[in-house]
């Protein structure tokens, strides 16, 4: 319980910090608000939809193809990925759990994101298993 807790704030904060060195952006709760187009608000706020109705693998496997094949220079995939992670970081180890997803797939898909976008460094420094 202590590891996954540890997990989570590690999570929390590598979110955050990306979103405050990359967007500028001060993120206390997820929000689609924090995205300017009324377009990605609409698709974070699906994500969401499909994670609270337990799709959360579904929900991962269109953040993978958002973001699969975007440059450097696309950070509005990424914006998104981090917002939905954050949001899914959020839920309990019990929801995760009955929903046949894990604390340790949540920190795996962010550090194939950050990893993806030229941060490995980000991920070396916040998530505990590199």
Request: glycine share 4%; charged share 30%.
């Given at each position: 319980?202590?590891?996954?807790?540890?997990?989570?704030?590690?999570?929390?904060?590598?979110?955050?910090?990306?979103?405050?060195?990359?967007?500028?952006?001060?993120?206390?709760?997820?929000?689609?608000?924090?995205?300017?187009?009324?377009?990605?608000?609409?698709?974070?706020?699906?994500?969401?939809?499909?994670?609270?109705?337990?799709?959360?693998?579904?929900?991962?496997?269109?953040?993978?193809?958002?973001?699969?094949?975007?440059?450097?220079?696309?950070?509005k995939g990424l914006?998104?990925?981090?917002?939905?992670?954050?949001?899914?970081?959020?839920?309990?180890?019990?929801?995760?759990?009955?929903?046949?997803?894990?604390?340790?797939e949540i920190s795996?898909?962010?550090?194939r994101l950050v990893?993806?976008?030229?941060?490995?460094?980000?991920?070396?420094?916040?998530?505990?298993?590199?």
């Amino acid at each position: 319980m202590v590891q996954q807790d540890y997990m989570m704030r590690q999570i929390k904060e590598l979110v955050r910090t990306l979103l405050k060195l990359l967007f500028h952006l001060d993120m206390e709760q997820p929000s689609a608000e924090l995205l300017d187009q009324a377009e990605d608000k609409s698709k974070l706020q699906e994500l969401f939809h499909m994670v609270d109705a337990g799709n959360i693998n579904e929900a991962e496997n269109q953040i993978y193809e958002m973001t699969a094949d975007t440059g450097l220079g696309d950070r509005k995939g990424l914006k998104i990925a981090l917002l939905f992670y954050a949001y899914l970081n959020d839920k309990n180890n019990d929801f995760l759990e009955q929903h046949d997803f894990s604390r340790e797939e949540i920190s795996q898909g962010m550090e194939r994101l950050v990893i993806q976008n030229g941060l490995a460094s980000m991920a070396d420094t916040f998530l505990p298993h590199r």
